[in-house]
């Protein structure tokens, strides 16, 4: 999980000059209410006791509330000072260049400190805890808005002399405390400032809130950060994180299957090439899960057409089957309200509800479901004979809006709640004959049409195609709103095939659609590439 | 009360004679101010001094045996006149407040102040929130004491040189009868460092004496004739009394003054980052010993000319060091050495920046260029700080260098907390405009500004404190029924925002919409309580209805919402008004207590009541990753730390998960949007109750039993295809 590393002091090309006396400084880049505060007066509160004269400054203003802020702190021996009978002057703010310790409370910060330039690999240890707070940019983005964490660690491993990196955030919630504390162990461990591991210890004593957890968050970041291997600066690739990584980059071990899909699961592993085996025993289980077995056989039915012309246009590695199998399954599994109760009455559900939300032994647990059923979601379950009138029927659209206009809330955990959504649950067994069944079908179909025509005539843009259903997610407007997004690239299809550049042409719109919740960049990609 | 308790802070306040205070800079004025025998501490909470106020409001016991009167004033305004006491009393008196911000509130009370003059010793204590981390316009306070008058004084950021500057304030004060400003940038308010403490002085002339014994003096009000000899008064006696004070008592300081034939003057404040600069260049040593001849100005305003061509005199060259614009000292110093004759050149813009703060890399470029054109000999260019350093262009292009990470660190601007009261009202504000389309939205001060940032990006203008509802008077026309919203945070609303925003409302026949923010504190400034605080304060009146004053300056609409998570319910009356066709200013008053504050409450009354084995229950919200598709919409409507994202559990899913952290509060929003705008059924709430009842233990175990039931058949099913 963690890991330090060592470079040589490089030679910056100048000459010389003999070390005079100066401050040893540490810059900790924190969020607001991080606890930067506390570590920085732990640092201060051991070298005071220590021997040293200490100073730290902060801009905390309304950066407490959240914001990146810095905390820094300046060191000076009190022995010298008194030889000399006068006070050291300490700096105020971190001089880019001249910082010796850098504390990164999450992998960002960790950027942003090399991005200022406070890191430098002639002087810097940079101690960062690799744990990422997203930023509103990245959990606001409509699909995948994350920045690359490898880039973050190889840049901070690049800038910083020594790098020590580990998950410290995770650390201290193993031990009941905050990150100021496993930080402060991490610092300790590192040998660089000029206190014992003992000093620390006692200077968290002497803080008086949470000792005990202190000092076991302390103790493991103290043996994380001393335990761990070292590296040089010239193989920051052997030291990313696992866990930092992408999920879907790690080669996931290929899914289970029950008993009753052994023939089906056979059928995948015998016809169909093994790297779609992931993709499509996951495809497998999930339409499985979502209707039967029947399902299942259909959807490899379907794929088997895209098998062939694969085949016969791609490179080898199937990467058509595969996103085709990845898109068909998702969509084939779409999330009508029978599907969210199944879904929500499982007892794998439950347990995974009492572990996140830590239940003890001894403690009563209650969940409820926030649901807001409407005149759509309850005629997308009722077979169509029914549901399609009751659709068209102004009056009962009416009642139902008002029956259900402030959504209501199920206790999951109660007899009467569960049974309610068991009863919605159970409404599977009728859903092939429902009003949402057939629509999706006959869309998928087209979709699968298309993407096997296309692909004869254009692979890349077959790919892209293939991927489209990613604009289509979530629920009610939101759902409406990517199916929309997905109809008009469909529709701007024809007009785009002409151009040598289709497919990219298809990612750009995808993305654009993905860009922003109201349309607009997809509209001005779509005036610009089919107008 | 304030967000936290800052008991062991008070402890350093009864400091004696020799005993060694440590601490924040912001407190080393509190304890200054004790050992200067100050009668009353007036002012207004805000970065970087509230912690003066909060130390004081929880100082009772000392405050009560020396003697002094402290006030949480209503404004800025208010303190400023507050120092009246000291106009024809010998009461020693003081005020604090956020600069320019706090300034500009209080400068007309300043100026009549100035204008009169003083007996007592007055100071006003502006806090600068200027450059990194600065929520205010960047200005500076150094033009109201030049158009008024006063001293301003900006000492070396050190706690010894800063305790110095208060009882010296004090001083200057008396015997120029004239207030005294004492600037403090903010991260010195904020440095951790000591000094030798002294015993704190019980004022010999008390406030009773005042009271009882009222003195008045027309010459010291500000009408005519009197107002005209005051400003004789000023430049005649006043002026050249403090500069022979100053003199006297070397408030400004030299180092090194004969080492070179060029020197450098600065602004006492930034004294330490000048010195780290000329250490990095090698020209002076960790003690601040300079090879180049300082003269600190712990006085900025007025200048001392004796003591400047003193120093310039010998000299071919000076830099000034003085952080922001305009250059006032600068163009001072030129008109000086001009006047005396001198021919010493003046550098300060020239080599430094115009604007902006002086960041050690500014002072030390600046400094490096100063240098270089008077004595480049002194300058090792082979061990330049890296900062003024020029980058090696071969190891520039290999390694993913700082540039390289410029699109994977993103802006972290601050944002409403964890469960924030005022986040609803803005989620409730955007689903309206998903129906009625955008508004014209004039914001205030206080945390509901982060509405302008994303998710919400929602207001047009900021006015000022309390200027909420002001900023939209003009957009005020018959010619359209489309209204305008205006926001207010109850801080805001007791500043002036009940008549320079909601009185002028009525007045000027407003048919527009005000939203108050009430969360029973001035939360952005640290959770000080004002006049509708909910909780009781021994000290101060509280629990006064927001409501009940508005409707007392004649709004007839007004609606009360005690809960702000109540998505609906605020939802549909932003909708009523904003459509309603009643004329007439609307107002709101959304309620609902700030959750830091909150949080800080009843977290620890929470976790007693737990170890007492008395029944609790807790709330926190989830997701649901296998519901969850990923469009993180409810993310957009919220902004939550603790709802972010992870990466889907899902093989087939690509893009990530919502998910909701530890950090949760279970303020229920999360709930409330999704259902509200009809996102998602992701979102569940764990009820999670500690120490049930044994009642309730068994009817729980019953209803998990018969559910186990319905779920064995469900597992059944699914053990067939998921294995």
Redesign the interface.
Known sequence: MSARMEAPVSD????P?PA????TTVAILA???EGGGVLA?WI?DVA?RDGYV?????????????????YYVEL?PEAP?RA?G?????????????VDVVIASEL??A??A????LV?S?RTTLIASTHR????????????G???AA??I??AA??ARTFVQGDFARIA?EHGSVISASLFGALAATGALPFGRASCEDAIRRGGVGIDASLAAFAAGYAAAAHAGRATRDEPAATAPAATA???IAP?PL???????RSVAARVEQSFPPTSH??LL??V??V??HQD?RY?VQYLDRLERVREVDRQTGTGDFALLRETG?YL??WMAY?DASR?A??????D??AR?RQ?????D???????????P?IEELTDILPASIGRPLRRTGWIRSAVDRLTR??T?VT????GG??QL?AI?ALRRWRRHSLRFADEQRQIDAWLALVTEVAGQDYPLALAVAECP?MV??????HHR?RRHFEAVMRALPRLRARADAAACVRRLRDAALAD?SGDALAAALRELVA | MAERSFAREVQQLRLGRGEVF?GEGILAVTKALLQSGVSYVAGYQG??ISHLMDVLSDANDILDELGVHFEHSASEATAAATLAASVNYPLRGAVTFKSTVGTNVASDALANLASGGVTGGALIIVGE?Y?????IMQERSHAFAMKSQMWLLDPR??LPSVVRAVEEGFALSEATHTPVMLELR???C????RFVAKDNVRPTFTLKDAIEKPVRDVSRIVLPPASFLHEQEKIRTRWPAAQQFIREHRLNEVFAERARDFGIILQGGM???T??SL??L?LA?????SAVPLYVLNVTYPLVEPEVTAFCAGKRGVLVIEEGQPDFIEQNLHAILRRAGLATTVHGKDVLPMAGEY???AV?SGVLAFVDRYAPELI?R??????V?PP?PSTAAA????A??????????????TGCPERPIFTALKLVERELGPHHVSCDIG?HL?SI???FNIGATTMGYGLGWAGAAALNTSATRKRTLSIMGDGGFWHNGLTSGVGNAVFNQSDNVLVVVDNSYTA?TGGQDIPSSSAPNPRRTTKLPIADAVRGVGVKWVRTITRTYDI?RMRDVLREALTTPEKGPKVIVAQSECMLNKQRRVKPQLAQLTRAGRRVERE?F?V?P??C?????C??LS?C?S???R???D??????VATVI?SCVGCGL???V???A????S??????????GAW??VL?RL??A???V???R??RR??????
């Open positions: 910056v090309g100048t000459a000059r005079p006396l100066r401050a969020m607001g209410g007066d201060v005071e200490a100073q730290t400054t902060s801009v905390p203003g309304v950066a407490q509330r959240t914001g990146a802020t810095i000076f000072a000399a006068k006070e050291p002057v300490l700096a105020l703010m971190p001089v880019p260049g001249e960002m910060e950027g942003r090399v991005q200022r330039g430098t002639d707070v997203y930023s509103m940019t990245e959990r606001t983005a409509v699909a995948d994350r920045v690359d880039a973050l190889a840049g690049a800038a919630e992408p999920a879907t996931a899914p289970r299957v029950g008993p009753r899909l992931p993709i996951a495809g289980a999930r499985a899960d077995e299942a990845r399954a998702l999330e969210v199944d879904l929500k009455i499982r007892s559900r439950f509800v996140e939300s830590r239940v003890g001894s403690q009563v647990l209650r969940i409820s479901e926030f649901l807001h409407g402030r959504g809330i999951t955990t109660s007899v569960f049974l068991y649950a990613r997610k979530g629920y009610g407007e939101t990517g919740e | 440590r970065a970087p929130d450059g990194d981390g600065s929520s950021p050190n903010i991260r010195a904020h440095v951790h460092g004294y330490n980052t010195v780290r250490e990095l090698g040593d960790a003690f601040g010993s960041t050690a890399a030390t090792d082979a061990a330049l700080p890296r900062v350093r090696a390694a993913p260098g700082p390289g990470l410029d699109a994977h660190v993103h802006a972290r601007p601050p944002s409403f907390c945390c982060f940032l994303p998710p952005a609906p926190r989830g649901d296998d519901t598709t990923g469009d993180h919409s993310i957009r902004g730390p709802l972010t994202i990466s889907s559990p093989p087939l899913r690509l893009d990530p530890d999360c709930g409330e999704a259902q509200a009809v996102l998602c059924p979102f569940y709430r764990a009820s999670v109750v500690s120490n049930p309730e233990r729980s209803r998990l018969v559910i186990r319905f779920q064995r469900v597992d699914l053990a067939g295809v998921l294995g």
